[in-house]
């Protein structure tokens, strides 16, 4: 079964680059019809999805998203990343990975706050 562990920091500093890993046991992210996205929910709202990084290592950025939004992989240690740069307030949300809709990671909160 697939199995997804997000981490990185739960704090960054307003304007600072907040990078996130997603690591992947019981599946391959370099699998040709996989999809593996990243998702946050910022607090008291919906959920956001932010792009998606295929296993072929093609990747989508959600448009709103793009001027600061970048995910990555690493295919010798089965991860992928996504980093945000300057990051505000606004980026404050628990932030999951996921395999397309079935398989989810349990969430990592992040704060951006000085």
């Known amino acids: 079964q697939v199995q997804l562990q997000e981490s990185g920091p739960g704090l960054v500093k307003p304007s600072q680059t907040l990078s996130l890993t997603c690591t992947v046991s019981?599946?391959?992210?370099?699998?040709?019809?996989?999809?593996w996205s990243w998702i946050r929910q910022p607090p008291g709202k919906g959920l956001e999805w932010m792009g998606v990084?295929?296993?072929?290592?093609?990747?989508y950025v959600n448009q709103s998203l793009r001027s600061h939004t970048s995910i990555s992989r690493d295919t010798a240690n089965n991860q992928f990343s996504l980093q945000l740069i300057s990051v505000t307030p606004d980026d404050t949300a628990v932030y999951c990975c996921?395999?397309?809709?079935?398989?989810w990671g349990q969430g990592t909160q992040v704060t951006v706050s000085s």
């Open positions: 996921a395999l397309g809709l079935g398989y």
């Open positions: 019981g599946g391959s992210i370099t699998d040709n019809l996989s999809a």
């Open positions: 990084i295929r296993g072929d290592g093609s990747t």
